[in-house]
């Protein structure tokens, strides 16, 4: 399980944190992934099987969360989710805090959540569109339009930020 959260923890946490769009729920769901695998009997043939379980736990996990009564009742309060003090800043939330600043980042949390999804794992995973695509549960050819549509939304939101460049 340590080894697990070691080599796997950050992937999993920013998978939810771009899926949930809140680092508390991103939390949440990163502890219920882990739980799940504590309790799960899968058996994992190597690494890359375990880091792709993990993540479409992580998906899923993010997709029951939205879909939950409580989580319809409550309104996300922007208060509650500013940065702590930067003396106060551990370094996972020293790299949230980071990542909120950053113009691309604010772009792909901007994005619906299928195209946010193959985004991620592709361009942060580095996954191909064929191991994204049995992640997700679609076609290749479904990733790769997805990953067209997320880039083209991506740029037209940095071009309207003021931000000029190639961003293919």
Not at 7 to 18: E, I, N, P, R
Not at 66 to 79: M, T, V
Not at 91 to 97: C, G, K, L, N, R
Request: aromatic share 6%; hydrophobic share 40%; proline share 5%.
């Amino acid at each position: 399980m340590r080894h697990a959260m070691n080599l796997h923890g950050d992937a999993v946490y920013l998978v939810a944190l771009s899926q949930t769009r809140s680092q508390i729920d991103a939390q949440d769901v990163s502890q219920d992934v882990f739980l799940r695998l504590l309790t799960s009997d899968t058996e994992f043939a190597d690494e890359e099987h375990l880091h792709a379980w993990l993540l479409r736990v992580t998906i899923n996990r993010c997709r029951e969360l939205y879909r939950s009564p409580w989580h319809k009742r409550i309104a996300p309060s922007d208060e509650m989710i500013t940065a702590i003090p930067s003396a106060d800043l551990d370094p996972a939330e020293a790299v949230v805090s980071a990542l909120a600043q950053n113009p691309v980042w604010a772009a792909l949390k901007s994005l619906p959540e299928k195209l946010r999804v193959v985004a991620l794992l592709h361009y942060v995973e580095e996954y191909p569109t064929e191991t994204i695509a049995r992640i997700v549960g679609c076609q290749p050819a479904t990733v790769r339009t997805r990953l067209h549509r997320a880039r083209s939304q991506m740029k037209r939101y940095l071009e309207s930020m003021g931000m000029e460049g190639d961003y293919e």
